[in-house]
Structure formats: structure tokens, C-alpha cells
């Protein structure tokens, strides 16, 4: 009777030190998915802050590409000036 009194002490330890070993590997693996969980989301707001910046740069391409054109049309009104000035000199000459 002694013998298996001894053997049930020594299956129940066993088992708990199972659960003690699983419980803290459980616990080891919550920490990981947690730091995972928060790597993810610190790398979902730069990729939102990168897309902030991508739209920002999309509006200023498109406000330089706005004053480009204005300046060439403006370069444009200037040259014919110059040219019609330079017209009417060559015409006053003669």
C-alpha cells in the first residue's frame, strides 16, 4: 500500500510540474505575442504616417507641376512681347 501511496505522490508531482512548466511557457508566449502585438502596431502607424507623407508629396508635386505651367504661360505671354517689341523697332528703323 505504501509503494503505491508512493507512486501516486510521485505521478501527482509530476503532474504538477507539468502544469507549473505549461503554465509558465503559456506565460512566456502571451509576453511574445504581446511585444508582436505592439511591433505591429508601432509598424501599422508608420505605414500610416508613410502615407500621410505620400499624399503630402503627391499635393506638393501637384502645386509645383500648377505654378510650372503658370510660369510657362507667363514665359510664354513675356516672349511674344519681346518679340512684338522687337517688331516694331525693326519697323521704326526703316
Known amino acids: 500500500m505504501e509503494v503505491r501511496i508512493s507512486r501516486l505522490e510521485s505521478i501527482f508531482e509530476q503532474m504538477a510540474e507539468t502544469v507549473i512548466a505549461t503554465s509558465e511557457t503559456v506565460d512566456r508566449l502571451t509576453e511574445r505575442i504581446d511585444a508582436l502585438s505592439y511591433q505591429a502596431q508601432e509598424q501599422a502607424k508608420q505605414v500610416q504616417q508613410q502615407g500621410y507623407q505620400i499624399l503630402a508629396l503627391g499635393n506638393a ?34
Open 61 to 94: 508635386l501637384q502645386t509645383l507641376a500648377e505654378n510650372q505651367e503658370q510660369s510657362l504661360e507667363q514665359l510664354a505671354y513675356l516672349t511674344e512681347a519681346l518679340e512684338r517689341l522687337m517688331a516694331n523697332m525693326g519697323e521704326n528703323r526703316s
